[in-house]
């Protein structure tokens, strides 16, 4: 599965921004994982097949993860941002499993290249 992300960009403090993420298949899981720069790569939020989600708590009440089956595609809604939401956006996909530490550090999840997000305050 190839996964291809777009919509990264800057944005202040307070704004919006959605990602969103093509895949090549349909695969069961997909999520959303970000890394600042000298930070670990951390999950952000997952979404299955059944629609079923997971976020961080850095990011609940302010983003949300939908996936359109029919299109093979992953969105992030992201609202209210700020600065520290800054990072290199991944999407990232895995066949069996929806857990964040599972699509972390699986060789069976795929990742995307990336895309940039920036936050000023």
């Known amino acids: 599965v190839q996964l291809v992300e777009s919509g990264g960009g800057s944005v202040q403090a307070g704004g919006s921004l959605r990602l969103s993420c093509a895949a090549s298949?349909?695969?069961?899981?997909m999520g959303w994982f970000r890394q600042a720069p000298g930070k670990e790569r951390e999950w952000v939020a997952v979404?299955?097949?059944?629609?079923?989600?997971d976020y961080a708590d850095s990011v609940k009440g302010r983003f949300s993860i939908s996936k359109d089956n029919a299109r093979n595609a992953l969105y992030l809604q992201m609202n209210s941002l700020k600065p520290e939401d800054t990072a290199m956006y991944y999407c990232?996909?895995?066949?069996?499993?929806?857990?964040?530490?599972?699509?972390?550090?699986?060789?069976?999840?795929?990742w995307g290249q990336g895309t940039q997000v920036t936050v000023s305050s």
């Open positions: 990232a996909a895995h066949p069996v499993g929806c857990y964040p530490v599972l699509m972390r550090f699986s060789q069976d999840t795929y």
């Open positions: 979404v299955d097949d059944t629609g079923d989600t």
């Open positions: 298949g349909s695969i069961f899981c």
